[in-house]
């Protein structure tokens, strides 16, 4: 009986997951409006990505307003993302959709297509991260351990709205696939950045003092905050390795001795690390991208990897930083 109810549910979440593509078409999410989705964020998210929502985020993606992950749900980096466009846009800056919002935001352009993936996106995997970092510390590259985590960090995607996007894709070489089309990284010189510990954000001041981007972020916890007033960015540290050491930092498991962790995106603080004046704090990215602004962080201010990625194109030593409630 219970191999009988693994494999019903297995077979219902497989006809879902079928469902929810068809759905979720090219042509569906290209031509759903924006204008659809509510004002106020739902109390409960729904289960299934919406298209709508897919069209949103990517649009938000694209404006500088970062929603994080694009998952096709209407959470709450979703609302901060909005706020965001408002107050990059002059709009009255309450989180939610309005007519200012639709008609700055949307363009028509489609915001999802195919891609077709190569043999490169197929090289360079490891089998898994383990969780203890002794153990991680005996491996030579923490990478991506799939070809459909590496696309889905590409395209600033939830692997799960991915793999519903494509419930057949193998992710082999050579497949064609639909993925969402975020604009390339932002250009442009950061004079000077915020910290919100309140909101969860991170806000990049261009040259002529207006907003350049906004990011998501984990800044700190209940436990490790983020300390408070201003700092200095000393330089910027692309596939950084992570030195772990209990007595300065935290305690991992029952590792008590100081290891060396190899980089990459599945390292402790993602592919950058921008290293702040206060000694051992940072602006990092993270092996979690879907937890940003969901879990605490161990005192650093923490980003999805390709926002901190962009970030980093646009610091230079000697921007300071400030850390705000």
């Not at 793999?163 to 950061?190: D, Q, Y």
């Not at 950084?240 to 995106?265: A, E, R």
Request: proline share 8%; with cysteine; aromatic share 6%.
């Amino acid at each position: 009986m219970k191999n009988l109810i693994i494999f019903t549910l297995t077979i219902t979440a497989a006809l879902s997951s079928a469902a929810a593509a068809q759905t979720l078409s090219i042509e569906t999410i290209n031509a759903t409006p924006i204008v659809e989705i509510p004002a106020d964020r739902p109390a409960q998210p729904p289960e299934l990505p919406d298209p709508a929502m897919i069209r949103l985020q990517v649009l938000l993606d694209r404006a500088g307003a970062s929603p994080g992950v694009i998952d096709g749900k209407y959470g709450a980096n979703v609302s901060k993302a909005i706020a965001a466009f408002e107050a990059m846009s002059g709009l009255p800056i309450d989180g939610k959709l309005d007519d200012g919002v639709f008609g700055q935001l949307e363009d028509g352009s489609p915001v999802v297509g195919n891609y077709q993936i190569s043999s490169e996106d197929t090289q360079g995997l490891v089998d898994a991260i383990p969780q203890d970092y002794a153990d991680q510390a005996s491996m030579e590259h923490l990478g991506f351990t799939s070809v459909a985590e590496r696309l889905s960090e590409r395209f600033h995607m939830d692997p799960r709205l991915l793999k519903t996007l494509n419930p057949t894709s193998r992710f082999v070489a050579g497949e064609t696939i639909v993925v969402t089309a975020p604009n390339k990284p932002k250009t442009g010189i950061v004079t000077r950045i915020e910290a919100h510990r309140r909101t969860g954000q991170v806000v990049a001041y261009a040259e002529d003092g207006k907003i350049l981007t906004i990011y998501p972020a984990t800044i700190g916890s209940d436990d490790n905050p983020t300390p408070s007033g201003s700092h200095k960015v000393e330089g910027v540290a692309r596939m950084p390795d992570y030195t772990y050491n209990p007595k300065i930092n935290f305690q991992q498991g029952g590792n008590k001795k100081v290891l060396k962790l190899p980089s990459g995106p599945n390292n402790p603080v993602g592919t950058v690390w921008i290293d702040l004046s206060e000694p051992t704090y940072g602006i990092h990215g993270t092996p979690e991208p879907t937890l940003i602004d969901k879990a605490g962080s161990h005192g650093c201010i923490r980003l999805t990897n390709w926002d901190v990625e962009e970030l980093a194109g646009m610091v230079k030593p000697g921007v300071m930083v400030d850390i705000v409630e």
